[in-house]
C-alpha cells in the first residue's frame, strides 16, 4: 500500500507543481489585458498581449528613437532613491544573463565547497578588473555556487582556477542536477573528470 501512495505521488507532485507555476505565470501575463478593453478580455490572451509588448519593445530600443527613451526612462529610475538600487542590481543581473553577447554562466565547474574535501557544482562568471587587481598574479574565476533546491540563492567566490575543474556538460544539465538535489542528472561526465584528476 506504501509504495503504492509513493508512485503516486511522484506522478501527482511534479505535475501538480508544474501547472501551478504556469498559471501563476499566465495569471501574471493576463494582467495586460487591463490594458484593453472588458469586452476584449479572454482568459489567456494575456500571454499573446504581453509577447507582443516585449517584441515591439524590443524591436523599438533597437533604433535610435527607442534607445533614446530607453535612455531617458533609466536616468529617471536612477534618480528615484530606493528604486535606483533595486533597478541597477536587476538590471545587471537580466544583462548578464540575458545579452546576446554575455558570457555569463557560460561554463559549469567543480570547485571545493563548503570544505576542501567536498566538491560542488559552480557557474563561472566575471571577476571584476579592481578584485583582480587585488589577488594578484594567480589567475582567479569568480563562481556562482547556487544552493539546492532554489538555484536563485546561493554563493559568490573568488578562486583560483588551478583549483577548478571545468566540466563538459551544459548550463541547463547542471541546472537540473542542482534543482532535483542530482536526481535528475547525468553523473558520468562529473565522476570522469573527477577521477582524471587523481
Given amino acids: 500500500m506504501k509504495k503504492y501512495l509513493f508512485t503516486g ?7 501538480a507543481i508544474t501547472l501551478w507555476v504556469l498559471k501563476l505565470i499566465l495569471g501574471t501575463m493576463d494582467q495586460s489585458l487591463l490594458l484593453l478593453p472588458q ?10 498581449l504581453t509577447a507582443a509588448i516585449v517584441l515591439v519593445t524590443g524591436l523599438l530600443t533597437r533604433n535610435m528613437f527607442g534607445q533614446r527613451l530607453l535612455d531617458m526612462w533609466e536616468a529617471l529610475l ?19 544573463l540575458l545579452s546576446e553577447k554575455s558570457n555569463g554562466f557560460g561554463k559549469v565547474l567543480l570547485v571545493r565547497y563548503p570544505h576542501p574535501q567536498a566538491w560542488s557544482l559552480a557557474f ?8 583582480q587587481r587585488e589577488l594578484g598574479d594567480d589567475e582567479y574565476v569568480a563562481v556562482f555556487i547556487p544552493t539546492t533546491p532554489s538555484p536563485v540563492n546561493g554563493f559568490y ?7 577548478t575543474i571545468e566540466l563538459d556538460i551544459k548550463v541547463d544539465v ?3 542536477a542542482i534543482v532535483s538535489m542530482g536526481v ?8 570522469r573528470k573527477l577521477e582524471s584528476q587523481g
Fill in 9 to 15: 505521488l511522484l506522478v501527482w507532485v511534479p505535475l
Fill in 39 to 48: 469586452d476584449w478580455r479572454v482568459p489567456g490572451m494575456g500571454v499573446v
Fill in 78 to 96: 536612477q534618480r528615484i532613491p530606493v528604486v535606483n538600487g533595486i533597478y541597477n542590481s536587476v538590471k545587471q543581473v537580466s544583462d548578464t
Fill in 124 to 131: 563561472q562568471t566575471t571577476v571584476p578588473g579592481e578584485v
Fill in 157 to 163: 567566490f573568488f578562486v583560483r582556477k588551478a583549483d
Fill in 174 to 176: 547542471a541546472f537540473k
Fill in 184 to 191: 535528475v542528472t547525468t553523473p558520468e561526465e562529473v565522476a
